[in-house]
């Protein structure tokens, strides 16, 4: 901290929660909009948001984009308030998660008739679209920037007024059909729906969450000028804060330089040779499980605020990302029975996903072209924002000069506001840090 310059991480966090909540409580605008970087406490934030408008009396409904962040939320929000009357809104098939089931005040149905009148409502977008009846006071839609435009179209009769809580710098909204069609419509659904709400309602307040809890010293300043060039922010604990210890010795290879310098610096680079591969590159993916599984050979022990005498660094903290599902089976497939517990899992269904050490397969790692779909800087920040302590990515040599030869050359449509920072420019960012982390094989 800079003699008395910048206040504690906890203050400037609570200042911008505090006018959040006093927008909420204001009535002044039919919504308003919160954006954060990884680990910034969104989740969080909905809890308390929704704990304190149901203790206002004010019913509500909360808008997820997945079963997990239902679950998740129910499982935060009733032990928040355990008083709470809770609804999980599901599909006819739903079975309740151990972490519905653990709590008496939660009610499954899925029709809001048969919850029984709770406080809270909870269910997914896509479930919510169904609901064709009745209305509530507010609602607060979770993880907003990753939910389509045409989705908040088809549940915005249910409420009137809303809390927008979202990433604005992770994977946009994506679909599997032709969507030219839409491009440069200010109804375009492959738009945001926080996108489309600020394009139709510029007065709307917005909120900047000012502080990351997830991501160390080491990675703050890196992912905020990769991926949030204009909003930054800072980590929520100093450099002396945490640290990672390797409890066992090795046997002194090219793994255990890149499992060590990741311990001492929270960033490694384990660089295989300049190849143009196929997709699913199995020496890529070797490497790695065989890291993760190195990580745990050297009894990785993880000391930080929530652990000062530190904790062992087990199989479920740590996840091994990728760009593609086929890859994600590869590297499974190598971690074998000894990676049981071990996250594998595509950037996708890793967003909002917390570990204490990652491992993640470069994009473009092998490959001789550039696609708009390996540059979207919004794949490459989940994947390096999801550790508390280090983060490992595996490449092959080349990347950079595989950026020059395919500068960014996506097509500019009008009426389309360009985003910034684009997958190119995040990228050299990114490989400008790998650049002095990097333990070849």
């Known amino acids: 901290m800079r003699s008395g310059l910048e206040v504690p991480p906890a203050v400037e966090a609570e200042r911008v929660i505090t006018a959040v909540l006093a927008d909420l409580r204001s009535g002044d605008h039919r919504g308003v909009v919160v954006d954060s970087p990884p680990g910034a406490g969104k989740s969080t934030l909905v809890v308390r948001a929704a704990v304190e408008l149901a203790a206002a009396g004010e019913p509500l409904i909360i808008v997820a984009q997945t079963n997990e962040q239902v679950d998740d ?9 355990p008083e709470l009357r809770i609804g999980r809104l599901s599909a006819a098939d739903y079975r309740p998660s151990e972490r519905v089931r653990g709590h008496e005040t939660v009610r499954v149905a899925a029709k809001v008739a048969d919850l029984g009148g709770p406080a809270v409502i909870i269910g997914t977008a896509a479930k919510w679209a169904t609901v064709a009846e009745g209305s509530w006071p507010w609602a607060i839609v979770d993880e907003a920037y990753q939910m389509r435009s045409d989705a908040l179209l088809r549940v915005a009769g249910r409420f009137e007024r809303a809390l927008f809580v979202g990433d604005p710098g992770q994977l946009d909204p994506f679909s599997t059909v032709e969507t030219g069609r839409w491009t440069g419509l200010t109804w375009d659904p492959m738009q945001s729906a926080v996108a489309v709400l600020l394009r139709h309602n510029p ?9 990351s809890w997830r991501l160390p010293a080491s990675a703050a300043p890196v992912v905020a000028a990769a991926f949030y060039p204009f909003t930054g922010f800072r980590a929520g ?39 143009q591969t196929l997709r699913t590159d199995g020496e890529a993916a070797s490497a790695c499980a065989a890291l993760a599984l190195r990580m745990l050979r050297r009894g990785a022990v993880a000391v930080s605020e929530h652990a000062p ?19 994600v089976a590869a ?49 490459l920040c989940v994947l390096t924002s999801r550790h508390r302590h280090a983060c490992v990515v595996v490449a092959r040599a080349g990347i950079g000069e595989l950026l020059d030869a395919h500068p960014s050359t996506e097509i500019v449509h009008l009426d389309v506001p360009v985003r910034f920072p684009d997958g190119w420019e995040a990228n050299q960012t990114i490989l400008d840090l790998l650049a002095g982390t990097t333990a070849t094989t």
Not at 203 to 211: F, I, K, S
Not at 310 to 319: C, E, K, N, Q, S
Not at 352 to 378: C, K, M, N, Q, W
């Open 73 to 81: 939320l129910i499982d935060r929000l009733a032990r928040k308030a």
């Open 203 to 211: 007065e709307l307040p917005v909120h900047r969450l000012p502080v």
């Open 237 to 275: 604990t100093g450099p002396a804060d945490r640290a990672l210890h390797l409890a066992e010795p090795g046997p002194g290879d090219a793994l255990d330089r890149t499992v060590e310098l990741a311990a001492a610096t929270g960033w490694a680079l384990h660089e295989l040779p300049a190849r």
């Open 309 to 327: 005498a530190g904790a062992p660094v087990t199989a479920d903290r740590i996840a091994v990302g990728a760009a593609h599902r086929d890859q």
């Open 331 to 379: 590297i499974r497939a190598h971690l074998g029975g000894a990676g049981a517990g071990i996250t594998v899992d595509t950037a996708n269904r890793l967003q909002g996903r917390e570990y204490d050490v990652t491992i993640v397969l470069h994009p473009l790692s092998g490959r001789r072209d550039a696609t708009a779909f390996h540059l979207e800087s919004g794949r």
